[in-house]
């Protein structure tokens, strides 16, 4: 089983999101970086996959040359190999990144590319199925449960996904990919092991000059927070009747 | 004109009126469903249908295919879709066939060439100016734009069926579970949420003792999940649940970004916390300075005791 994860390196914010001086980018100067939450379990279930039923995962990231950290913390975790489309640091738009993910997969047969439902940071909910669309296999998102059927000619994978209503079920003949939600498993830390094979992987390095798409970021802005200071109803258990009067006054206390 | 994709949601009016104070003549469309009298009312003359044997159960990609087919067929200037998990994915589906771009989670529009945008990226963490250029403007309006005043009422609305030819049959339900009767974070009018602070899985339980007196659920941050404190399907963020309750009561959550924007359009925040320069102690309407299980249990009591008198 061949398994590709497309994952982005993202900002890592805490309770702040500053801006770069030209507000067209957050600035990471005090912030780390990571792999979004939804494709981290996206790695994880490749890896359990590969584990199941052999083959190996690769994991693949377009972005600045830096992105190595986190297609090294994805080794870490248990991927194979590490491919980096080296596009700069200027953000693509979808349509590009699509293109860039495309290139460098090629002519490489995976039987299934898995890729978070969004990206963290910028959220354009495309990616995967522009991605897909271009390798000419089927694919669904809001993933929350995978199960690989191998018994079947060229085999299968039963996707699951969460809606208002309950859980609905597709069956995709392989090779399909789908776009994974945060949920679908309990990623691991990386072990020690795991991060010293990862210091020594190779990763290939795909040069890409991007071509833009329609949508072009001018820039980011904050919104607007005109919220007042909390009012502090009290310290420790002291403050239950001040709280219950204000449940009562809002109406959930009958 | 604007061609506008609804669904059967409330937030539908909102991006119907969204589309109508953009100034130029609005259609409708929808997978089945919609009600041509209340769209004639709301000032809506077409709404196109689509139907399809191949749509009797959802299949994401069929489902874009047909809407693409419809665009090319009516020929919009640009189309402004629901931003529920279905549409948006057929919209991106609509997109990559035709090959244009697609803008997600609008908030404010203005037409021209180009296009001037703004979205939400990030669940509410950042908003983005943004530029579409392109021969149909694809955009899917986030939840939550307040609709400025439609048109007028129109004497009818005409449905006009399309039945499209679709190949991209490939991805659709095979099995559908229905969840029961029973109240979701979704939902339910009161949330009492647990974070770090909370210690452990079993200190959830004044939570749920606390949640059960103010008929409401338990909710959780990442830090919970992470930990394997409660499932997945109880956290409230930008990777788990969007909230919005009367009462969102937090204990021991600090309140980062991811968390914040999953709850912050509830109606009432509440925080408890040790620390008082926590950010979710800072942006909520009311605050406890204290510990989750001090306070917490003399809430359960204050409230039990006032309840007998």
């Given at each position: 089983m061949e398994v590709l994860v497309c994952v982005k390196r993202v900002p890592a914010p805490g309770a702040k999101v500053p801006l770069t001086d030209d507000q067209t980018?957050?600035?990471t100067r005090y912030l780390g970086h990571t792999i979004g939450p939804h494709e981290e379990c996206a790695v994880e279930e490749a890896v359990r996959i590969v584990k199941a039923h052999g083959g190996s995962a690769t994991v693949l990231a377009v972005g600045p040359a830096a992105a190595d950290e986190q297609l090294r913390y994805a080794i870490a975790m248990g991927a194979d190999r590490g491919v980096l489309v080296d596009v700069g640091d200027a953000e693509l738009d979808p349509e590009a990144t699509a293109a860039a993910i495309s290139h460098a997969v090629g002519d490489t047969r995976y039987d299934l590319v898995l890729f978070g439902t969004?990206?963290?940071?910028?959220?354009?909910?495309q990616v995967g199925i522009r991605v897909a669309s271009a390798l000419g296999v089927p694919i669904v998102g809001g993933i929350k449960g995978l199960e690989l059927d191998t018994a079947v000619d060229d085999g299968a994978v039963s996707l699951r996904r969460e809606v208002a209503d309950g859980v609905e079920v597709y069956r995709l003949p392989l090779p399909a990919a789908a776009a994974v939600k945060e949920g679908l498993n309990l990623p691991r830390y990386p072990s020690m092991p795991g991060r010293l094979k990862a210091k020594k992987a190779r990763i290939d390095v795909v040069p890409y000059t991007p071509e833009p798409g329609g949508l072009r970021k001018v820039r980011l802005r904050q919104p607007n927070d005109d919220r007042e200071e909390a009012i502090v109803l009290g310290?420790?258990?002291?403050a239950a009747p001040a709280v219950v009067d204000v449940l009562t006054q809002i109406g959930v206390i009958a | 004109m604007i061609l506008t994709v609804l669904?059967?949601?409330?937030?539908a009016l909102d991006v119907l009126a969204f589309a109508q104070s953009l100034g130029q003549p609005v259609e409708a469309v929808t997978f089945g469903g919609g009600d041509p009298d209340d769209l004639a009312k709301r000032g809506v003359s077409t709404l196109h249908r689509i139907t399809s044997d191949e749509l009797a159960d959802y299949a994401p990609a069929a489902s874009g295919e047909a809407l693409l087919r419809l665009i090319e067929q009516v020929r919009p200037d640009g189309v402004l879709a629901v931003s529920s998990d279905r549409v948006t994915e057929a919209m991106a589906h609509a997109a990559t066939l035709a090959r244009l771009p697609l803008a997600t989670n609008c908030v404010e529009v203005t037409t021209g060439d180009p296009w001037l945008l703004t979205r939400v990226r990030g669940g509410g963490m950042l908003l983005e100016e943004a530029e579409l250029t392109a021969d149909v403007a694809l955009l899917t309006i986030a939840q939550g734009v307040s609709g400025e005043i439609g048109a007028g009422p129109v004497a009818s609305c005409e449905v006009r069926e399309f039945t499209p030819e679709l190949?991209?049959?490939?991805?659709?339900?095979?099995e559908r579970t229905s969840r029961g009767s029973g109240m979701t974070l979704a939902t339910a009018p009161v949330i009492v949420s647990g974070g770090?602070?909370?210690?452990?899985?079993?200190?959830?339980a004044v939570l749920e003792e606390l949640a059960k007196r103010l008929g409401g659920v338990v909710g959780c941050s990442r830090v919970a999940t992470n930990n394997g404190w409660?499932?997945?399907?109880?956290q409230v963020g930008l990777t788990g649940t969007k909230v919005t309750p009367e009462l969102y009561l937090a204990c021991g959550i600090s309140g980062a970004t991811q968390h914040w924007v999953g709850c912050m359009d509830s109606k009432v925040i509440m925080a408890v916390n040790?620390?008082?320069?926590?950010p979710l102690v800072r942006r909520a309407n009311y605050a406890v300075i204290g510990d989750v299980h001090e306070v917490l249990p003399a809430i359960v009591k204050e409230i039990d005791s006032r309840s007998k008198t």
């Open positions: 980018e957050i600035d969004e990206s963290a940071d910028a959220s354009h909910y310290h420790g258990a002291d | 669904d059967d949601s409330p937030a190949t991209a049959t490939q991805a659709r339900v095979v770090r602070g909370v210690g452990s899985a079993d200190g959830y409660r499932p997945h399907s109880d040790t620390d008082p320069e926590a």
